[in-house]
């Protein structure tokens, strides 16, 4: 499974919460890959225009206010893909059988509709509604942890 969406997601809150410009290193003890991984995310990242970074000075700041970054815009940016794609068809049905013979356009058509309603949810969802999960989660946990 491809984890590129979810690490993304979690650069971009890192960098969104922290205080002072998060640098590859440090972003990939958080999300417990290596550096080079973080590079070719924030890249991607980068040329959609969602964080910059420039050249003498370490680490990434947004662009964008994190209520103006979609979970669409950040999928198409670090899967560098026009459409989202979660579901593939198996590739050598039987045409000589009449499932096999009409399945993959059957399903072609199911998934898409499938696909579409996702990216609509994700084009309603914002990285800011990401942030503020985390805290109402974080929250949560620390009350009932006091409680124990």
């Known amino acids: 499974m491809d984890t590129k969406f979810s690490s993304a997601i979690h650069t971009l809150i890192l960098i969104s919460e922290s205080g002072t410009p998060m640098n590859s290193e440090q972003i990939a003890t958080s999300v417990g890959t290596n550096a080079s991984y973080i590079r070719k995310l924030t890249t991607r990242l980068r040329?959609?225009?969602i964080i910059e970074g420039r050249?003498?000075?370490s680490g990434f700041k947004l662009v964008k206010k994190p209520e103006d970054i979609s979970l669409l815009d950040i999928y198409d940016s670090v899967m560098e893909t026009?459409?989202?794609h979660i579901f593939d068809i198996h590739q050598n049905p039987n045409d000589e059988c009449i499932v096999g013979h009409n399945i993959r356009p059957v399903l072609n058509g199911m998934?898409?509709?499938m696909e579409e309603r996702v990216e609509k949810e994700l084009s309603s969802i914002t990285l800011k509604d990401a942030i503020n999960n985390m805290?109402?989660?974080i929250n949560e946990n620390e009350k009932k942890e006091k409680k124990q």
């Open 47 to 49: 040329k959609s225009g």
């Open 55 to 57: 050249r003498g000075i």
């Open 82 to 84: 026009e459409n989202l």
């Open 111 to 113: 998934f898409r509709n």
């Open 135 to 137: 805290r109402q989660y």
